[in-house]
């Protein structure tokens, strides 16, 4: 864990939402639900120190795109200076809540994937349905939402249907990797 990762936790444990970062095993997991052959938009919420946009990075095509956007304006100044070199990488400091908006600005409608691990389950209902509502509202009909989560509960969520899931045990703690797709007709709620 780096001092950053520490420092950011101690500040806002409720936004940071993890006491440690995720595991080698979990950010490969993650990955895996990635088709990198075809991806040509991936976008990171919340991507914190980055540990799982390294690892997109290594296998993103050189015409992709990696669009992260990160809340926290520490994290945000962290991951511009870490991908300075990288044009593939655009670094965004904005709430998530509005990602249908950001991605228009920086022309990137309907991404390929959006990847998450911003922890659902501790946030206020009101605001959790507002950002998955806003995901939803991002993804084009052959997008995919790739999250990790502690509770599967969003699996059955009324903007996604599930594709598959994967559960990660060697993490802490232990988190069900999903992959979703937007609801062709989403119940009302």
Do not use: W
């Amino acid at each position: 864990m780096s001092l950053l990762f520490f420092k950011r936790v101690l500040a806002n444990p409720r936004r940071v939402g993890y006491i440690v970062p995720s595991s080698p095993f979990l950010i490969r997991q993650t990955s895996r639900f990635i088709d990198f052959s075809a991806a040509r938009t991936v976008v990171e919420l919340g991507p914190g120190e980055g540990c799982h946009s390294r690892r997109i990075l290594r296998f993103l095509n050189r015409d992709s795109r990696l669009i992260l956007i990160e809340l926290d304006s520490h994290f945000a100044a962290h991951l511009t200076e870490q991908f300075a070199d990288d044009p593939r990488v655009s670094v965004i400091h904005a709430n998530a809540v509005h990602l249908s908006e950001t991605l228009q600005i920086h022309d990137a409608a309907e991404p390929d994937y959006i990847v998450s691990g911003i922890p659902l389950t501790i946030m206020a209902r009101a605001l959790r349905e507002e950002l998955l509502a806003g995901i939803a509202l991002a993804m084009g009909p052959s997008s995919r939402f790739i999250t990790y989560q502690a509770s599967l509960s969003i699996s059955d969520h009324r903007h996604f249907d599930l594709v598959r899931k994967k559960h990660c045990l060697l993490n802490i703690p232990p988190l069900h990797v999903m992959e979703l797709m937007k609801s062709p007709c989403p119940e009302a709620p």
